[in-house]
Each structure stands twice: as C-alpha cells, then as structure tokens.
C-alpha cells in the first residue's frame, strides 16, 4: 500500500504551476480578458491552481497559431511524425507516476486506476497510432490500360477537439494521437472541470512537437468551446460529452459543412446468463467483478455498465454475491493505492447523481446497497464522494435509462435469451454492452444482438488500443481508439491520371 | 391551478432573471448521455434549433422576464421522462457543454418527482 503526497504537498512527486495560461504556438499566453477561474481538487473541494479562462480572442490566436503549423506539420513525413508520437510515449512512459498522481489529484479518480489503466493507455495509444500511421497505405485502382486512380491520405488540416473530465489526460490522448499522426494540428479544449492534468502532460513534451502543432485553449464551453467548435477555420470538431451539445456541435458544423465525430455516452446493458452461476469458479469470481465495473470510476464511464441483467436462474444467488463484491468496495483517499472508489469530479456532478438516487426511489426502486453520500471525514470532507449504490426495478424507470454517471447500478431480471436482448436493447443509447456466458454461442448471438459499437464479452471496461469504439444511435458517430480513427482526421485525395496521348473524342 | 411539468425554483428563477439581463430571451433543452448529460442547458433563445425531435413542455413564466422561457426535451427522451415533475434548481458548480449560466461558477440542475395520477389526467397523458 502506498499513499501519496497531495501534488504540492511534503513528499510529492508531482506539483502543479499556481497558474496556467492557454498553451499557445509553443508557449503559455495570458488570457486576452486576463481573466482566471480556480480549479478545485474534487478529493476535498479545495482549489490547487488557477486557469486562464479563455474567449473567442483566445480561440482565434490558438487558431492563428495552429494554421500557422498546419503545412508544414502536414508535410512532415509518417517515418517522422511516427517518431514523434513514439517519444511523447516514450517521455509520457518515464513520467507515468507523476502524471498518474496529478490527474487523480485533479479528477478525484483513484491513483490505483490512473496507474494502471489511464496512463499506460495513453502511452500505448501513442504507439500504436505512430504504428498505424506507418503502416497506412493509399490506394490505386488500374481502371483500364490506360487510366488508374490513385487514392492518397491528406491530413485536414486544422481540427478542433473538446475534451471530457472523466478521463482528462486519456481522452485527450485518444484524440490527439489519430489527430497529429494523421498530420493534422490542433486546437483543444481540456473541460473546465480538470484542464491542469492536460497541460503538466504538455509541459513534459512540448519539447518534442515544433510550436502550433498542439495548442490548448482552456475556458467555459460557452465562451472557448463554442467559438471553437462554430469557427469556420476548423476542418473537423471531435467531441466526446452529452447529447445536447453534441446536437448544438453538429449544427454549427453544418453552418460551415464540417464533419464532426461525437461520442455522447450510454446507458450500457450488462448481462449475466445463467450459466455463469453453473460453477463456484474464477469464471464466476470474474463476472462478479464485471457486476461490480459499474463504480470503476466512480461510474463516471461513458460505457459504465449501469444496468445490470441477471438471468432469472440464478438471479437471486448472483445479485446476493454482487452486493457483497460492491459492499467489499473499498472507497477512500484517491491517492491511496488500496482505494477502489474515489471522488466524483465536481460539485454538481455530486448533485446529479444524488438527484438520481432519489427519483429512483420514488419511481419505486428497492435500494440493495448504498443510496447516499459519503461522508468520508478529515481530510476528505469536502471531498465529493457517493457510497456505491445498487437498485433493484425496471426498465421503464428513469435511472434505467438515463446516464447517472455515478457508481450507481440499475439491476433486473431477463427469462431467456429474447428477453435479455429485448431488454437490453431498450435505450436511446448503444456504446457499450456486456455478455456473461460459458457458452460461446450464446455469447456470439447476443452480441451480435446487442445494438451498441462495443460488446465487452466475458469481459468489461478493458480499452486497448486496436479495438473500436463508438456509439450506436443516440451514442454518437465515429470509432476512436482505432486506426479507422485516421479516416476521420484525413481526406482522399483522387488523381484520376490519363496515359492515353490520344483525345476522349467529345469535340 | 394548473398543472406544470416544470417549474423552477426561486434560486433558479434569479439566475434565470440575472441571464436574462446579460444574454435577452432565453430557452432549455433538457441534455441526455454521458458527462454533463441530463442537466438542462440554458441557452439563448434560438441558439439551439428545436425541430421535429424535440417536445416543448412548458414555457416557464418568470417573474422579471418579459417572455417566456421556453422548456424543451428531445422526443424520444420525453418518452421516457414524461411521467415525471421537473423542477429546475441550481447548485454550485462547474458544468461542461455551452450552458450560459456555467461561468458563474453554479450549474442548473432537474429535481424530479412522479406525477400524480391527477396531474397525469390534467396533461392528457
């Protein structure tokens, strides 16, 4: 067991400027208004840095700047842009503790994570877009003797990217990996609720990235993010958020006929047949654990499987062990590395989900375990924590159907196998799924039934690298953390070429 | 008296005047999905494009505020949603998306509760 200073604190092995700026051309530019707002730390609600709160002057700067680097980064060659990206994983790799320490301290998410899954995740993911960049290919099709269409990647040019707080540093790299390996430079804008972990991974490696390549411009989404994403200087909009925004993000992308990827959540269904109850085996023991993902991250997943369906066999058995696994839970200290459960990120996240937690007993939900929040004391006790909590009801009620994004499971029961995909299919939303079975057809069917981007099968919350992931429905358009990502951040260049000398004949 | 699906609370009812002073005429869409999703953002009006997806559930009348408020929610949300009272409040906080009242450091929130069977009557449903 290891707890960690508080970044700053006696003992840290990271610490955070008292101020940051917007990360401008290769260096930190004072807000334009001049103005800043605090950042507080969600662990115990007190603020450890200030950040420049940015404006649409902010905005059009950073795109001055990205503009600025767009050719001559768009040029750079694969073999170098590569190279690139596989040192920023390499500086990111030697500097994994500090960063893990920093983003936990910022997010409120427990240091056990950030080690083990965030940071290693964001390093990978640097190398396998520098891999895939590589690889990639363009195309030739012989049309005939004497004509062939030659298909090239370009980069679009300059992109805009809004980035999440549930991951701060993983989403962002999710994002600027496909982005920068494509050839593409980029504007972005960290949340307001964790925008300092992005900029110490920043200080760490801009050595390595020629200025305007990368520039973070930080500030409210109604004063930095809207400039951004309605600016006709951007080529593209990536955003990873809610369905509000995600709608108002495409409509001012169809003012100036802009593509966008949006990854906009879920409502994620976790079933668990009957025959992972045939056995008191590791396999039991690992869908018990794939119960209780619905509090890694304090739930705050965007594939958080907050609904879990339990096949009426073994129903009552599996649900009595899954409340015991949740009750072993272990919430705490986020900087301490035996804590399970950390902080929810802000305030009025707290206020959501305790919202939830009490429609959901009025829609008339039997409460299994938790319900309330956490009063963790001493230090902690302005600290935004939710005891992870399990309701027993149906389908139609309302934290059935809509993201908490709290450690807050929905749990019922399915009778076969037409029933648990009917059920499970019962949502606006389609991002991710679980399948729980022992037997490989059952498995197969039900997630190719499950309508949704990623079905996590025998299986959950795992992100490598390598395997796609995207929404279906309301859950958003594209698929990140693969190379098809590159599509979304590159045109097709066509040269549709002659080697004919003679006419086409039309006059 | 009649019957509302939302009403705001007084706290809500002066942030909302305080908006209306800095930004004119208002509206909400009610926001589903991940992060900041089912907040309420607060938008000036027609600055979101309402359309055939969406269901206005009320035009809130605030003390102050010379037009209505509109309340919207995409339709296929209201379905899920439409045996609920809605209730918008206001809490500190941060806030993501581009929801005006964000920068002031609080965030508008919905307080839910069922609708009676009277009520439930009254709306037609």
Not at chain 1, 391 to 406: K, L, P, S, T, Y
């Amino acid at each position: 067991m290891t707890v960690y200073a508080a970044p700053g604190q006696d003992g840290a092995i990271v610490s955070y400027e008292s101020r940051y700026d917007h990360w401008i051309g290769g260096e930190y530019v004072a807000p334009a208004k001049g103005q800043y707002f605090e950042n507080p730390s969600p662990v115990n609600g007190r603020s450890f840095t200030e950040i420049a709160r940015g404006t649409a002057d902010d905005v059009e700067r950073a795109l001055d700047a990205a503009h600025g680097a767009a050719d001559a980064w768009g040029r750079t060659s694969v073999a170098d842009r590569a190279n690139i990206l596989n040192r920023i994983a390499d500086r990111l790799e030697q500097n994994l503790e500090k960063l893990a320490v920093a983003e936990s301290w910022e997010n409120g998410k427990p240091v056990r994570e950030t080690l083990a899954a965030d940071l290693p995740l964001a390093v990978d993911h640097f190398r396998y877009f520098a891999g895939a960049i590589r690889a990639q290919e363009g195309g030739l099709a012989e049309l005939d003797d004497d004509t062939v269409a030659y298909h090239f990647h370009e980069p679009l040019g300059v992109v805009a990217q809004i980035i999440p707080w549930n991951f701060p540093i993983l989403m962002a790299v999710w994002k600027l990996a496909p982005a920068l390996a494509a050839g593409n430079t980029v504007v972005l804008k960290p949340a307001e609720q964790t925008p300092a972990s992005i900029h110490l991974m920043m200080s760490l490696i801009a050595d390595l990235l020629p200025p305007g390549v990368v520039n973070i411009v930080n500030g409210f989404g109604v004063e930095a993010g809207k400039p951004l994403a309605s600016s006709a200087r951007v080529a593209k909009v990536a955003f990873t958020g809610e369905t509000t925004t995600g709608r108002l993000i495409m409509q001012y992308a169809s003012e100036n006929i802009k593509p966008v990827t949006l990854e906009l959540g879920g409502k994620s269904p976790n079933l668990f047949f009957d025959d992972v109850s045939a056995r008191d085996d590791d396999f039991l023991d690992k869908a018990l654990e794939g119960f209780t993902m619905f509090a890694l991250n304090q739930g705050e997943v965007c594939t958080c499987p907050s609904r879990a369906l339990i096949q009426q066999g073994h129903y009552s058995d599996f649900l009595a062990a899954a409340v015991d696994r949740t009750n072993a839970i272990k919430q705490g200290n986020p900087l301490d590395t035996d804590t399970m459960v950390g902080a929810q990120a802000s305030n009025d996240q707290l206020e959501k989900i305790l919202s939830y937690l009490d429609i959901g007993q009025r829609e008339g939900a039997k409460l299994l375990t938790g319900g309330e929040r956490a009063d963790l004391g001493g230090d902690l006790a302005g600290g935004y924590y939710v005891q992870p909590t399990i309701f027993q009801g149906d389908n139609a009620m309302r934290i059935f159907q809509e993201e908490i994004f709290g450690p807050v499971v929905s749990v019922a029961s399915f009778s076969d196998f037409a029933d648990g995909i009917k059920i499970a299919n019962d949502t606006l939303y389609g991002l991710g799924a679980g399948v729980w079975t022992r037997d490989m057809n059952t498995a197969y069917r039900a997630g190719r039934a499950i309508q949704a981007g990623r079905v996590w099968t025998n299986c959950y919350h795992a992100y490598p690298a390598h395997a796609a992931f995207g929404g279906y429905k309301q859950s958003g358009i594209g698929r990140e953390n693969h190379r098809m990502m590159l599509d979304h951040y590159q045109q097709t260049k066509n040269l549709l070429v002659s080697y004919s000398t003679k006419k086409q004949g039309f006059f | 008296m009649v019957v509302s699906r939302v009403e705001v609370t007084p706290a809500a009812a002066d942030l909302i005047r305080s908006l209306h002073g800095t930004h004119g005429p208002l509206m909400f869409h009610q926001s589903g999905g991940c992060c900041d999703g089912s907040a309420p953002m607060c938008f000036p009006s027609g600055e979101f494009r309402t359309g055939s997806a969406d269901v206005l559930l009320e035009e809130l009348d605030i003390d102050g505020v010379t037009e209505p408020v509109t309340f919207w929610m995409s339709s296929s949300q209201f379905a899920l949603w439409r045996h609920t009272h809605l209730t918008v409040d206001v809490v500190p906080g941060r806030g993501s998306g581009f929801s005006l009242e964000a920068p002031e450091g609080v965030r508008f929130l919905i307080r839910s509760r069922l609708l009676t069977e009277d009520e439930l009557a009254e709306l037609g449903d």
